[in-house]
């Protein structure tokens, strides 16, 4: 863990709000100079506190309309490796996100399709198909609320 302080809480939540900030902008907003905030930046990032940033993507707009959340339990552990299950399911492109759980699942998905019969040609032809799967339960995502984090 690494100790923060007001400052760098300061940026943190910044960051959170809009990743596209400037440490000139960032600075000036919490009275820093561009130079000390860059620093700040630079040693959240090294010491892996600011992950690589990455594009959020309206995929509404882009017609993926139907998002579904898998709890994924594997019917063979000991047959089919954890790591051939993962190397497959994360080829999958309309898989976003591949998470190891503990509990009734054994992975939980989240996947993007077009609509929901795109989603069920996934769902068959994809997901179904991987080495090891056993019981998939599914969850359609009706609506999503974006929390500001434990930095609030």
């Known amino acids: 863990m690494i100790d923060l ?13 809009d990743a596209t900030l400037k440490a ?8 820093l100079s561009q130079p000390a905030t860059w620093r700040r930046i630079k040693r959240l990032q090294e010491a892996d ?13 882009l017609g993926f309309g139907v998002t579904v959340f898998l709890g994924v339990k594997l019917a063979t552990k000991g047959r089919v490796s954890l ?35 795109d989603f069920e040609r996934v769902l068959r032809r994809r997901i179904m198909t991987l080495p090891g799967v056993g019981n998939v339960e599914a969850n359609v995502l009706l609506s999503e609320e974006r929390r500001p984090g434990p930095l609030g």
């Open 5 to 17: 302080d007001a400052s760098d809480r300061a940026i943190l939540r910044a960051l959170q709000a």
């Open 24 to 31: 000139s902008e960032l600075g000036r907003r919490i009275g």
């Open 49 to 61: 506190v600011l992950k690589p940033r990455r594009l959020d993507l309206g995929l509404e707009k």
């Open 83 to 117: 790591e051939d299950f993962e190397r497959a399911v994360t080829a999958i492109p309309e898989v976003q996100t591949v998470q190891h759980v503990l509990g009734l699942y054994d992975y939980r998905l989240r996947v993007t399709a077009r609509d929901l019969p």
